[in-house]
């Protein structure tokens, strides 16, 4: 069913929705040398100028790495960059040449008539282009959709009922197709889009690629998810899921934090878009209308060198001492969330008073400091959550804690930067027990500041007598965890296994938390945000490398656009370009593929219509062509779908069986006369059928099939991969190959291909003392491609002294080895009909005489003979006028 989402996305951001305001003039190029600027709209042209501008990298993203406040004295803003960002980290990534340009909001709203003077400001001081989104639109578009729908829908949270959760609001999707219109809008006014690569960052701006990719067609695009992205059992229920979708896919790089995160997207794009992935070389690949969208796992890291800074201020030293005596001679444990539904908090307390309950030695020496961050949504889940978290933490002091002691201290506070990192740094254990997060950082900073500093060291004492240690228990839910293999993992639902896991880290022996922390922070400082960022850009790099050798063009409207992309001497063929080569030409071979070339391969009847038939009948009839049918289907089948055209060739099961035209014998291949290892195939083949659902075998002569189409698409891919596994080794030593193809995994003799039947036919024709003039071959699939291969080997032989015309094409808009392409097969019937009209040019010729003839719905009364063409226009004088007459039908 069509989404009722707006059909394009420029009318919905331009309407009458919201009255957004145009930026009033573009903002200037930033070039380091003086040179020629070439037009801002214009399609990527630096006349020349490329070499002398300095590489620059475009990060999109819904907040600017700054602070904002207005001076007192001035009345003036003020701006200083957030030096705690991780988009300002990220520029250690890059070559110290690289020219870093940042789009997003600022945190404060900016009053209309201030707005040019601060963008300029901004602009010219840190290379920051702001987007200035009204009051209402910001508010529906970040604190609406983004946050009431996107983001607990990301987290796996279904608004059951109106309770729990909003419900789908088409206004506030509208909203945030307005703000990301606006994005991007920023991004074109800077942009060089033959050289700049652009970075755009998580869930906020999800259909802004497609915005970007269809103003500029070959743009560098890279696009990183910060959250989780669900299964698709959750993520379908979004009414919007295809738009969004189509919107990452205009991308060339997609990053995910985990392969978890990656699968499921992945799977999203098979179940609704029906989109195929491979690897390629180690990289996942996604084949998006002829361009490759490449998917990257890749955590983020932290900046080694903030944090490191951070520890050796005389501050934080201070403040480790001070915590040092306040829990003197107890266990520190250490939890760092911010306050939402999601973090767990009441959870983890849960766990700390099962602890305290069932190991009563603990009580009065066990305390868990938890740091609460400010909320960064607002609503009646972030209160509710808040509520919960008091409650539970004054009934656990009431209960276990005494006038010295509380063993749940909450700080609900703005805590400074230094005042956290002693805190981890003091800190014997760190619990991260979030139900659900994209990344968490906290237990890398918590590695870090346990490792600590020369100067922390001798400044507090800390780490001078033994190595330092840590111990880490974190969720199974949450991005870190499979980059943290000494950590322990629980699963944050299940108390009693939490309460178990916090007792095991701070009892544990200090020779394996320290054996914990090495491995830990050589991971960590390996992997830091530089790390990361100079990964994403080097394959963002490579999956850009060529945009340039390819044409690209777009189609859709609105949602659907997309670019398609392909190789400069691949194009669709034309009609009139093959039937003036066929109509020059004598000899001729005709290759054609059955299922999916000229017939639908989704329709249910499998057999030619007339129209095929009657086609098929015209162009074998004609004696300077040599046609061929070549499928895997079997004979029986083919035989009887084609019996009307006695001249056609037909070679079956990939060419196994073969035969010239109705009155020869069938031959089979002399290749492989042994089937014996059928008996072992079919066994296999019908255990994996009965393991799957919607899965079925196809038996031919010397072929079987297992056939997954109508199987669940991520379990029929699975198990046809574990079947194709299990029949190569099988077969290991039999006269035999396994192929997979479209929802297929097919085993058929060895040495048995279409390539080989194209291969054949053409030799027999030189032999024959007839070398064709011209070879035509279309098909649909990978199977196809061998023949597109032998044809090309034959004719390449140098036995032929003069090369033919060769069409090979393929059905569908795809990589193939051929040179043309047509659409699907209804382009086929048409071509073939072109070249059947072209083989048989004689008019049947009606003779017209005194009787009444309807000629294009205009009566005309002969009264004369007359001879015209059917499909023809004709001229005639009858009463002293010259009439034009087009020619329908004759009686």
Known sequence: MASRSCANFLDLASGNLLDIPHTPRPLPRVMTVPGIISDLDGYGSNDGDSDVCRERKIIVANMLPLHAQRDRVTAKWCFSFDEDALLLHLKDGFSPETEVIYVGSLKVEIDASEQEEVAQKLLEDFNCVPTFLPHDLHKKFYHGFCKQQLWPLFHYMLPMCPDHGDRFDRVLWQAYVSANKIFADKVREVINPDDDYVWVQDYHLMVLPTFLRKRFHRVKLGFFLHSPFPSSEIYRTLPVRDEILRGLLNCDLIGFQTFDYARHFLSCCSRMLGLDYESKRGHIGLDYSGRTVYIKILPVGVHMGRLESVLNLHSTSAKIKEIQKQFEGKKLILGVDDMDIFKGISLKFLAVEQLLQQHPELQGKLVLVQIVNPARSTGKDVQEAKRETYLTAERINETYGSSNYEPVILIDRPVARYEKSAYYAVAECCIVNAVRDGMNLVPYKYIVCRQGTPYMDKETGMNLVSPPTSMLVVSEFIGCSPSLSGAIRVNPWDTDAVAEALNLAITMPNSEKQL???????????????????????????????????????????????????????????????????????????????????????????????????????????????????????????????????????????????????????????????????????????????????????????ALVWHHQDADPDFGSCQAKELMDHLENVLANEPAVVKRGQHIVEVKPQGVSKGLVAEKVLSTMVKGGKPPEFVMCIGDDRSDEDMFEGIFRTISSPSLSMSPEIFACTVGQKPSKAKYYLDDTADVVRLLQGLATASNPKPSLKKVSGRTEVFAGIVINGDEDLVFQEGSICGARTSGMLMLIVVVHTE
């Open 516 to 702: 914990r922390h090495e491995k830990h922070y050589r991971y960590v400082s390996s992997h830091d945000v530089a790390y990361w960022a100079r990964s994403f850009m080097h394959d963002l790099d490579r999956a850009c490398k060529d945009h340039y050798s390819k044409r690209c063009w777009g189609i859709g409207l609105g949602l659907g656009f997309r670019v398609v992309s392909l190789s400069p001497s691949f194009r669709k063929l034309s009609i009139d370009h093959i039937v003036s080569a066929y109509k020059r030409t004598t000899r001729r071979a005709i290759f054609l593929d059955y299922d999916g070339t000229v017939v639908p391969q989704s329709s249910i009847i499998k057999s030619p219509s007339p129209e095929v038939i009657s086609v098929l009948s015209t162009l074998c009839s004609d004696p300077k062509n040599t046609v061929f049918i070549v499928s895997g289907r079997g004979r029986s089948s083919l035989s009887e779908w084609l019996a009307p055209c006695e001249m056609l060739g037909i070679a079956a099961e990939h060419g196994y069986f073969m035969r010239w035209n109705e009155s020869t014998k069938w031959e089979s291949c002399n290749l492989a006369a042994d089937l014996d290892w059928k008996k072992v195939v079919e066994p296999v083949m019908r255990l994996y059928t009965e393991a799957t659902d919607g899965s079925n075998i196809e038996i031919k002569e010397s």
